[in-house]
């Protein structure tokens, strides 16, 4: 039988020892996933974590247009009562407007019937209409629709489709939730099979249970028409021109200073990147924003879990190598060099998060890669000390293992 040259020995040795490693790395950042952080002491360091995330960075401010300015989308103050709003849309619908979404609930009938009744009338003359419902129910889900939905059996609606809970940072929507079988569409979803659909095929064939959302930018990105203005408009052509063959979401924003909270979320593009203490976009807002990404495809594809493990063993695999070689050829003490290259890579894992998600629209959790990166040099001398135990107890093979002389180790 022929036999084995020591140096391919060697090399299986060093690919075994970096394996063995890398997966106690792999194993501490897995069980890291799951403390849970609820301690007193650290919930301000908790919430500063929730609230920032590397590509928030690819958004400049609140106010801020990341994409160039979406004058298809138009968005309408909404009134104060049923009987305004019914003049509303109804003057908004004789504009002839591509859709209109109505981005409030009517939950209960009002305590004068002919506001209601207004209302209905005016909804029925709208050829396009999407009205707003929500998901209900504690343990069964399922719709909750405005009372005055059955009066109107050409409206179609959809739920808010926000994920994230109020004070946190509006980063995915669910796009439909499955009842009874069928798969109930959101809000803007719903607008997008009225007026596209293709790109409402695509969504469906997308088959997400959350969307990632591609913000292109706050108020300013969009037609904006305050109550005033509609109200008391200088002239009506040029009024008429921000809703004919326009998707018109009718819902509450202020246009001017100061901001009103009310309906407003945190996002992205908040200006504060942690500790966010005052939330900067209305509803109606990043409703047109996730309409937006769905009618022009730019969908953020996100990277399965499962996969940045992957991608994370294979990185921790081959710095462990480095890190056996150089204790194989003594030359383990020269730490620095250790730490810096640890520095060097979390850089630049950051970078190329943000250029992946900036160039190709491709997102994905970097924190496993970061707590395997910072976390493996410190868990590697752990590994050291487990295989001089299992050498002394077991006879476990191992570079690490001091024999007293250090030049055998040299044909790695």
């Not at 009066?151 to 809970?165: I, Y």
């Not at 707590?371 to 295989?387: G, M, P, Q, R």
């Amino acid at each position: 039988m022929k036999a084995t040259a020591p140096h391919t020995v060697k090399r299986r040795q060093l690919y075994k020892e970096a394996f063995v490693a890398s997966l106690l790395v792999l194993a501490v950042d897995f069980l890291l996933s799951f403390v849970p952080w609820k301690f007193e002491l650290i919930k301000p360091i908790k919430q500063g974590f929730n609230d920032f995330n590397v590509y928030d960075l690819r958004y400049a401010g609140a106010d801020a247009m990341i994409g160039l300015k979406d004058t298809d989308i138009t968005l309408l103050e909404i009134d104060s009562n049923r009987a305004k709003i019914a003049a509303e849309i109804a003057r908004v619908s004789a504009m002839h407007p591509r859709v209109i979404g109505v981005d409030a609930m009517f939950y209960q009938p009002s305590a004068d019937p002919a506001q209601d009744s207004a209302l209905i009338g005016a909804m029925r003359r709208v050829p396009h209409l999407v009205l707003a419902s929500r998901l209900a129910g504690l343990r069964t889900e399922y719709i909750q629709k405005s009372f005055l939905q059955s009066s109107l059996p050409s409206a179609r609606d959809g739920f808010f489709d926000f994920v994230e809970g109020p004070e946190d940072i509006r980063r995915h929507i669910k796009p439909f939730e499955l009842i009874d079988t069928q798969r109930y569409p959101s809000l803007p979803v719903r607008m997008l099979q009225e007026i596209d659909p293709t790109a409402y095929a695509t969504l469906a064939k997308r088959g997400h249970h959350l969307e990632m959302i591609n913000y292109a930018g706050n108020l300013s990105h969009y037609n904006t028409v305050s109550l005033n203005r509609f109200l008391h408009p200088q002239d009506e052509a040029d009024l008429a021109s921000y809703f004919r063959d326009k998707i018109v979401f009718i819902g509450f924003f202020k246009d001017e200073a100061p901001d009103v909270l009310e309906d407003m979320h945190f996002t992205p593009m908040n200006p504060k990147r942690g500790g966010k203490s005052f939330p900067d976009t209305y509803g109606v807002v990043i409703h047109a924003n996730v309409l937006e990404m769905m009618m022009k495809d730019h969908y953020i594809q996100e990277l399965p879990v499962g996969a940045v493990y992957v991608i994370t063993f294979f990185l921790i695999f081959c710095i462990n190598i480095l890190y056996i070689r150089r204790i194989a050829l003594d030359r383990g003490h020269r730490e620095f060099i250790l730490f810096l290259l640890q520095f060097i890579l979390a850089i630049g894992l950051l970078y190329l998060a943000l250029l992946l998600f900036d160039r190709f629209n491709l997102a994905f959790d970097p924190m496993p890669l970061l707590i395997a990166v910072v976390l493996s040099f410190e868990i590697f001398w752990l590994y050291k000390w487990l295989a001089r135990r299992l050498n002394k107890y077991f006879k476990y093979e191992s570079f690490l293992v001091e024999t007293g002389n250090p030049v055998h180790h040299r044909a790695v």
